[in-house]
């Protein structure tokens, strides 16, 4: 089980938001590269990251700041966040990430996500993100009346390297993951699926092992390390356990 802390970047700093509201956000003191560092020492191989600027803008604002982080620590991050071109693809796998996560464009437009897929092998990672089995776009704000499931149907064939799975009715709660509709999702997929949304504990963590399923590759972390619920040392001890 690969655990991925999370950063969420707006405006240069770590910020975490309740339900993908950025009305209903939380900054924190610590940068975005000093806090990749801290998950470093700690022992964490992998790191998921959101730019909410790109989120908001189409563009990949804090490219710098993700550069930084790759040449600085050895770890395997997924980026998300408006990622919207072929361009923007390429310059965060020049800079080096393991995957770059597509979400609205993709979902919206199929077929741009099947030449991403075709085009960077293995680099492309889906973000689902779903209220009441719907898909939900455009930073959570448009629901596409779509079930998640008829939608990845659709595009299961397409290469997808990786899927992040997020009940958006959970994010930033910390009411537990739905273990539930991400085990109807990694039923379906042909590839890993990433838990996402709503961890409040260690033994939410303990749980998603418990499930035992090949296909749930890991599980995100994000609001419950910041708000100090979970300690990183009792955390990247279960990457190991």
Not at 115 to 122: S, T
Request: aromatic share 6%.
């Amino acid at each position: 089980m690969k655990i991925f802390p999370a950063i969420d970047i707006k405006d240069k700093k770590c910020v975490r938001l309740i339900k993908g509201d950025f009305q209903n956000k939380t900054e924190y003191e610590t940068s975005p590269v000093d806090q990749a560092g801290k998950y470093k020492d700690y022992g964490f191989n992998n790191l998921h990251i959101v730019d909410l600027d790109g989120a908001l803008t189409g563009k990949t604002v804090n490219l710098d700041i993700i550069k930084e982080i790759v040449s600085k620590y050895d770890l395997k991050i997924e980026i998300g966040g408006g990622i919207r071109t072929a361009d923007s693809i390429k310059q965060y796998i020049d800079a080096g990430v393991e995957k770059v996560i597509l979400g609205s464009g993709a979902i919206k437009n199929k077929e741009f996500l099947k030449e991403a897929c075709e085009k960077f092998k293995n680099k492309i990672a889906l973000g689902l993100d779903a209220k009441d089995g719907n898909l939900s776009v455009s930073g959570w704000k448009e629901n596409l009346n779509v079930k998640t499931t008829d939608y990845l149907k659709e595009v299961n064939d397409f290469g997808i390297s990786r899927i992040i799975f997020t009940d958006i009715n959970r994010d930033g709660m910390k009411t537990s993951p739905n273990y539930e509709e991400t085990l109807k999702i990694a039923e379906i997929s042909n590839c890993p699926v990433i838990i996402s949304g709503g961890v409040s504990s260690i033994n939410d963590i303990k749980k998603a092992k418990e499930l035992n399923n090949k296909k749930i590759e890991g599980i995100i972390v994000g609001k419950a390390i910041y708000d100090g619920d979970i300690k990183l040392d009792e955390l990247v001890k279960e990457i190991n356990a």
